[in-house]
T-cell receptor, first 114, second 109 residues
Framework: EAQVTQNPRYLITVTGKKLTVTCSQN?????MSWYRQDPGLGLRQIYY???????DKGDVPEGYKVSRKEKRNFPLILESPSPNQTSLYFC?????????????FGSGTQLSVL | KNEVEQSPQNLTAQEGEFITINCSYS?????LHWLQQHPGGGIVSLFM???GKKKHGRLIATINIQEKHSSLHITASHPRDSAVYIC???????????FGTGTRLTVIP
């Protein structure tokens, strides 16, 4: 089944403890991206990647890192999480290295930083 | 000011009604996505369009790039259409997306 898989679904952690949220797609998509969703602010883009080894900042990249070593994986890394990074996170992908293609979303990761 | 404005923010409709959700943007774009998010959080892409009109079942999306406006229509609405509808667009020449804050639709049986 074609899908974008995010893990974990829920994560509770403490300030400063490094964590990684994984994102994997099995559709050979070139474009992958991360978003956070907060009440009243909606969805905001964190980082995106147009292909392997090509990443770029979205609107809210501070406090996050990404890497794209393989086409299928695009992990989101929080080196030193803080409470203001408590949010619902989504990964998405599209076929070409272009955000003007249909987007496929993961099921989301609810992160709480205490 | 948000670059993408959606209206209305909240909408309650009776089952069977025709529904329109609007999205206006203040910067140049070349395409626009309509997304649906059900309670429980999953996001599904409904449409991506750069001109004219697209139809899928009871859903119709239109866009006028010059007027910087897009609409999502739902014909014969049903309670299962209850969700948050979000428009999103890349700035012209860019590959990062910016989003509207969403329209929460509730369809009452």
């Amino acid at each position: 089944e074609a899908q974008v898989t995010q893990n974990p679904r829920y994560l509770i952690t403490v300030t400063g403890k490094k964590l990684t949220v994984t994102c994997s797609q099995n559709m050979n998509h070139e474009y992958m991206s991360w978003y956070r969703q907060d009440p009243g602010l909606g969805l905001r883009q964190i980082y995106y990647s147009m292909n392997v080894e090509v990443t770029d900042k979205g609107d809210v990249p501070e406090g996050y890192k990404v890497s794209r070593k393989e086409k299928r994986n695009f992990p989101l890394i929080l080196e030193s999480p803080s409470p203001n990074q408590t949010s619902l996170y989504f990964c998405a992908s599209s076929l070409m290295g272009d955000v003007r293609e249909k987007l496929f979303f993961g099921s989301g990761t609810q992160l709480s930083v205490l | 000011k948000n670059e993408v404005e959606q209206s209305p923010q909240n909408l309650t409709a009776q089952e069977g009604e025709f529904i329109t959700i609007n999205c206006s943007y203040s910067v140049g774009i070349s395409a626009l996505h309509w997304l649906q998010q059900h309670p429980g959080g999953g996001i599904v892409s409904l449409f991506m369009l750069s001109s004219g009109k697209k139809k899928h079942g009871r859903l119709i999306a239109t866009i006028n790039i010059q007027e910087k406006h897009s609409s999502l229509h739902i014909t014969a609405s049903h309670p299962r259409d209850s969700a948050v509808y979000i428009c999103a667009a890349p700035r012209t020449g860019a590959n990062n997306l910016f989003f509207g804050t969403g329209t929460r639709l509730t369809v009452i049986p």
